[in-house]
């Protein structure tokens, strides 16, 4: 994303607005959570003194949409990237808005467990482990698929598969849904009109990914691909369950 030299650079610009200025710090370190001393320390050691002057709370609060105000400090947003990118001041690396995006998705999960998953998910990232990044966010997403179809959807669920294995236990939770192979889990869930035709068979592709990641192979991983995937589960599955 940003590096300390790029970001000493940035900040430098005599027309930097305050606006911009804020949004930079909040987008260096791979978008990660600063409070508003951060903040501040961040800007004095890449040379922006003058932000002493600044009511940096205020500057925060004017942001709007283009930051957002968490327990633990504040975050950028991935309107607030495309606002940087749009004016000229940040390339967009396909990681980094792939980031943002699952971690704007990570405010509507309240499932504990599915939460830790995507929140691990969001650190792999940060740290540059595509692979581990690629795992996770599918774990979350089945996580978030079984906790609809325990919610929602576990009778149909158990009366298709008893159709198809006669020795299914009927599942009542989580960890019976797990039972089944994931790739069948998925079948399952285009009949009982879940998800459709085309979705199944692009999660299925997330899955395939997400077999050849967590096992020793050659296969090589670019920041593209791993967007891809990402964005594929967020549009499918996060925003939709």
Known sequence: MLSSHDLKKLLASP?????????LILAFNECSIKRVLEIKSLAKS????RIEKWNISQVLKDLGDKAVRLDEGWEVTPQGIHELSATGLLAQSPLVMANSSLRGSLFNISEKNTHAFVSEAIAALEHGLVRSAIVLSWVGAASTLYDYVVANKLQEFNAEALRR??????????DDLCKMKEFSFLEVLEVISIIGKNCKKE???????????GHPNSL??????????????????????
């Not at 930097?16 to 804020?22: E, G, H, M, Q, Y």
């Not at 999660?203 to 990641?213: K, M, P």
């Open 165 to 174: 294995d006669a020795k299914w236990k009927l599942a009542k939770n989580q």
């Open 220 to 241: 090589a991983i670019g920041e593209s691909m791993v967007a891809a995937h990402i964005e594929m589960l967020i549009l499918n599955v996060y925003l939709k369950f």
């Open 46 to 49: 890449h040379g922006l003194r």
């Open 15 to 23: 027309d930097l607005s305050r606006r911009n200025a804020i949004l």
């Open 203 to 213: 999660l299925q592709d997330c899955l395939a990914r997400r077999n050849s990641c």
